[in-house]
């Protein structure tokens, strides 16, 4: 299994971000087949919750981390908030972001779709604002993962978010 792209994200203006790295494998999924990818990420303990795109503005979660696992198309993804990192995410390519990692679409083919996971027992939220105590406190409280949503236990993620700093 490859290694995935590792990328850190300061606090942005609004946007918390995170201690932890973003984490991006490429080409790890299968295309067109959101089906075996719901069932790859149940089986490494991740829960797939939707089959859509990433909303249009800039947000975080600060009560899950997530994993956007590409199906079909491809998009231009901004993370990190404003001025943070253009990605681009195809067929095939999984994205891990951690609890405060802002995000937002740029612009998707027309057959953009995901598959959007969560770990076991973690529920998203949608925050589009500066986060008050409460939330940095609900994002630092956020249990790291038990598996890689990719590979599993053992799997790069683990290596990578293995302990908070």
């Not at 994200?9 to 932890?20: Q, T």
């Not at 069932?39 to 956007?68: F, I, K, M």
Request: glycine share 10%.
């Amino acid at each position: 299994m490859s290694e995935p792209e590792i990328w850190a994200f300061e606090p942005n203006g609004w946007v918390p971000n995170s201690e932890l790295p973003v984490l991006v494998w490429r080409n790890v999924v299968p295309v067109g087949d959101p089906d075996a990818i719901e069932a790859r990420l149940c089986q490494n303990g991740w829960r797939p919750d939707w089959r859509d795109g990433v909303y249009p503005y800039h947000h975080y979660h600060s009560t899950a981390h997530e994993a956007l696992a590409c199906t079909s198309g491809s998009a231009e993804l901004m993370l990190g908030g404003e001025g943070g990192r253009q990605v681009h995410v195809a067929a095939g390519d999984l994205l891990v972001l951690p609890a405060g990692t802002g995000h937002c679409r740029i612009k998707a083919s027309g057959d953009f779709l995901l598959v959007g996971a969560y770990p076991q027992d973690q529920d998203w939220d949608i925050c589009r604002e500066a986060p008050d105590e409460a939330a940095l406190a609900r994002i630092a409280a956020v249990p790291l993962p038990r598996a890689d949503p990719v590979e599993g236990a053992g799997g790069a993620l683990m290596r990578h978010w293995g302990a908070r700093p």
